[in-house]
Nanobody
Framework: VQLVESGGGLVQAGGSLRLSCAASGSTWTINAITWYRQASGNERELVAAIYNGGSPNYADSVKGRFTISRDNAKNTVYLQMNSLKPEDTAVYIC????????????WGQGTQVTVSS
């Protein structure tokens, strides 16, 4: 499985961005896709996750502002980010869990999101 993120950039506080995570390869083996973010000097943190079944999962810090969704026909997961804050500035990375019991984890290269105040 290969993952390619896009859609990052520079936006003013209060603005919106939509990130995309396009999957290729053995996409039928994917069980879940998760967006993480890592700000400079900080640990990587989960932002949102979407599964083959069940409801999406969000970090408390983004609930009500971010929405994760998927387009199965395009093998793409989106992260719609609204009401962005400077503290949302980070490299956003998508990750896929695949295989039986999610035994395999794949990572994209990340996309930079910068929110100016």
């Amino acid at each position: 499985v290969q993952l390619v993120e896009s859609g990052g950039g520079l936006v003013q506080a209060g603005g919106s961005l939509r990130l995309s995570c396009a999957a290729s390869g053995s996409t039928w083996t994917i069980n879940a896709i998760t967006w993480y973010r890592q700000a400079s000097g900080n640990e990587r943190e989960l932002v949102a996750a979407i599964y083959n079944g069940g409801s999406p999962n969000y970090a408390d810090s983004v609930k009500g502002r971010f929405t994760i969704s998927r387009d199965n026909a395009k093998n793409t997961v989106y992260l719609q980010m609204n009401s962005l804050k400077p503290e949302d500035t980070a490299v956003y990375i998508c990750s896929a869990r695949a295989g039986e019991w999610g035994a395999y984890t794949y990572w994209g290269q990340g996309t930079q999101v910068t929110v100016s105040s």
